[in-house]
C-alpha cells in the first residue's frame, strides 16, 4: 500500500539557521508533491508544488527538492524565524486521486 | 474574499445523535473533501466528491455520510454509527482532480473541532 513518511515528529532548531525536513514515500509514482503548513487548530495552507521533472524549486526562504530516484523531497527553511514553528505536511499527487497526506513534522524555531 | 467556510467552529455531540458539519466555498472549485484529523496523526480522508450529485468514499467512510445537492456546499454527516467521533475535521476544495493542468491544490477551511458528551 502507499506509504508517506516525514522524517521526525517535531524538529527543535535555533533561529537563524535552517530547517531541513524530510518526506519519504512508497509504492508511489506521484507526478507532484505539495507541501503544507498547518498552525494549530487551523487548516493547513498550501506552500509550494513540485513537479517530477524539477529537481527544486524556491519561495522566498523556502526550498524544496524532488528526487524521485530517493523517492524522496526534502523542504528547507532558510534563516528560519520562531514565526515559522508549524507542522509542515507533505502531500505526493498521483494521478487524479486525493491528496495523502503524511502526518507532518512539529518545527519549533527557537529565539 | 473567496474561501472555504465551515461551521460551527465547536460542535458537541450526544451519545446516539447524528451532528451535520457545513461546509460552503465560493471558488467554484468541482472538488470538495472532508478530512479527520487526531492528535498526532496525518489527515484522513472520510469523503470526496468530484462533481455535484457524486461522491466516492475515502479511507475512512464507515459512521459518516455526505451530500453534493449544490456546487458550493458539501455538508457531513456524524451518524451514532461513528463510535469515536472525537476530531478535528477539515473540509477542503480544489479544481477537479485530472484537471489538464494537474496541479491541484487544496484550499481548506478553518475546521470543526468535534467533542462527545
Known amino acids: 500500500s502507499q506509504k508517506i513518511e516525514q522524517n521526525s515528529e517535531a524538529l527543535n532548531i535555533q533561529e537563524g539557521k535552517t530547517a531541513t525536513l524530510t518526506c519519504n514515500y512508497t509504492?508511489?509514482?506521484?507526478?507532484?508533491l505539495q507541501w503544507y503548513r498547518q498552525d494549530p487548530g487551523r487548516g493547513p495552507v498550501f506552500l509550494l508544488l513540485?513537479?517530477?521533472?524539477?529537481k527544486e524549486k524556491r519561495k522566498e526562504r523556502l526550498k524544496v527538492t524532488f528526487d524521485t530516484t530517493l523517492k524522496q523531497s526534502l523542504f528547507h527553511i532558510t534563516a528560519s524565524q520562531p514565526a515559522d514553528s508549524a507542522t509542515y505536511l507533505c502531500?505526493?499527487?498521483?494521478?487524479?486521486?486525493?491528496?495523502?497526506f503524511g502526518k507532518g513534522t512539529r518545527l519549533s524555531v527557537i529565539a | 474574499d473567496g474561501g472555504i467556510t465551515q461551521s460551527p467552529k465547536y460542535l458537541f455531540r450526544k451519545e446516539g445523535q447524528n451532528v451535520t458539519l457545513s461546509c460552503e466555498q465560493n471558488?467554484?472549485?468541482?472538488?470538495m473533501y472532508w478530512y479527520r484529523q487526531d492528535p498526532g496523526q496525518g489527515l484522513r480522508l472520510i469523503y470526496y466528491?468530484?462533481?455535484?450529485?457524486?461522491?466516492q468514499k475515502g479511507d475512512i467512510a464507515e459512521g459518516y455520510s455526505v451530500s453534493r445537492e449544490k456546487k458550493e456546499s458539501f455538508p457531513l454527516t456524524v451518524t451514532s454509527a461513528q463510535k469515536n467521533p472525537t476530531a478535528f475535521y477539515l473540509c477542503?476544495?480544489?479544481?477537479?482532480?485530472?484537471?489538464?493542468?494537474?496541479?491541484?491544490?487544496?484550499?481548506f477551511g478553518s475546521g470543526t473541532q468535534l467533542s462527545v458528551l
Open positions: 509504492n508511489y509514482s506521484p507526478a507532484y
Open positions: 471558488l467554484n472549485h468541482d472538488a
Open positions: 513540485i513537479r517530477e521533472n524539477e
Open positions: 466528491s468530484q462533481i455535484v450529485n457524486d461522491f
Open positions: 502531500a505526493p499527487l498521483s494521478g487524479n486521486t486525493p491528496l495523502v
Open positions: 477542503a476544495s480544489s479544481r477537479r482532480p485530472g484537471h489538464p493542468k494537474g496541479d491541484e491544490k487544496l484550499f
